[in-house]
């Protein structure tokens, strides 16, 4: 399902958001949020159900990195979590991005025929990367 799909646009986000204000309005704020944390997984399973758990891992540790970061503990300084957050999340995106590339080109300085296609970009870094669609 994409942003511009018609299910989307008349099915997928009046749902959502329809959801999410009638939740809220109640003053059921948190249930709100675990509402669009659920449909979000949803529309982003709706490409490949098979990545949940990648975005999954990620939202869960991005929450830890942001929970570390309001907490007030005597360890490690707020200034390394941030930076271990961003590292570890730049780090993920330039996997998926460019360890096929950077595997084929070391397959041509060797001489030989080895490739990562099972290597394929989730959804919201395919699109980040992908080539616009062309208008008609």
């Not at 991005?62 to 929970?67: D, H, M, Q, S």
């Not at 993920?92 to 950077?102: E, H, N």
């Given at each position: 399902?994409?942003?511009?799909?018609?299910?989307?646009?008349?099915?997928?986000?009046?749902?959502?958001?329809?959801?999410?204000?009638?939740?809220?309005?109640?003053?059921?704020?948190?249930?709100?949020?675990?509402?669009?944390?659920?449909?979000?997984?949803?529309?982003?399973?709706?490409?490949?159900?098979?990545?949940?758990?990648?975005?999954?891992?990620?939202?869960?540790f991005?929450?830890?990195?942001?929970?570390s970061?309001?907490?007030?503990?005597?360890?490690?300084?707020?200034?390394?979590?941030?930076?271990?957050?961003?590292?570890?999340?730049l780090?993920?995106?330039?996997?998926?991005?460019?360890?096929?590339?950077?595997?084929?080109?070391?397959?041509?300085?060797?001489?030989?025929?080895?490739?990562?296609?099972t290597?394929?970009?989730?959804?919201?870094?395919?699109?980040?990367?992908?080539?616009?669609?062309?208008?008609?």
């Open positions: 399902m994409l942003f511009n799909s018609y299910i989307f646009i008349f099915i997928f986000l009046p749902i959502s958001l329809i959801g999410f204000f009638v939740i809220g309005k109640r003053g059921h704020h948190r249930i709100a949020t675990v509402w669009l944390v659920g449909v979000s997984l949803f529309f982003y399973g709706w490409w490949n159900p098979a990545y949940l758990g990648l975005i999954i891992l990620s939202m869960l991005n929450y830890a990195i942001g929970v970061l309001s907490s007030e503990n005597e360890g490690v300084p707020r200034k390394n979590i941030l930076i271990f957050g961003v590292i570890t999340n780090a993920l995106l330039g996997y998926y991005k460019y360890a096929g590339f950077f595997v084929q080109n070391l397959g041509l300085v060797l001489d030989t025929d080895f490739n990562l296609k290597i394929s970009l989730p959804y919201t870094f395919h699109h980040l990367t992908a080539k616009p669609y062309p208008i008609k």
